[in-house]
């Protein structure tokens, strides 16, 4: 009986992670994200993160990230994807190769959080490193957007 009841539960479970991110306007899939974002003509936000440990992360979670004037301006602008290097989380082999990939590129040095925008050909557009607790989405925003 237990064996009958644990499958559906995990099927449940995935499900309803996988819609929860999609829902978030989050993905960790950096391929679709680029065919999307060329499909809308939206650069590509790409957040660094440690999201299980990274204080610093999880502060610019939920001070920026998670607040309806941040998710305002990205539903306009940008195509949201979370290169996340977890502790305790798991993820598959697949996330784990293409976050190293990206990583590599796009943050050579650098600590937990970086942020940066691409346009959808990978070309760099702006880079925020760190986080300062308080600093709040609307000047988060200000900071990260391109010197013209």
Not at 85 to 101: I, M, R, T
Request: overall charge positive; glycine content about 6%.
């Amino acid at each position: 009986m237990k064996t009958i009841f644990t499958l559906p539960v995990a099927l449940l479970i995935a499900c309803a992670s996988a819609h929860a991110a999609s829902a978030s306007g989050w993905t960790d899939d950096y391929a679709k994200a680029v065919e999307k974002a060329k499909a809308e003509k939206k650069n590509i936000l790409l957040d660094f993160t440690g999201s299980d440990w990274c204080g610093f992360c999880i502060a610019l979670d939920n001070e920026v990230f998670d607040t309806s004037k941040f998710k305002s301006w990205a539903r306009q602008n940008a195509v949201l994807v979370k290169v996340d290097f977890p502790h305790g989380k798991k993820l598959s082999d697949k996330v784990k190769a293409q976050n190293a990939e990206l990583k590599e590129k796009f943050m050579k040095s650098g600590g937990f959080p970086t942020v940066v925008i691409i346009d959808p050909d990978g070309k760099e557009i702006a880079r925020k490193r760190g986080y300062r607790p308080g600093t709040g989405p609307a000047a988060y925003l200000k900071e990260l957007a391109p010197a013209k």
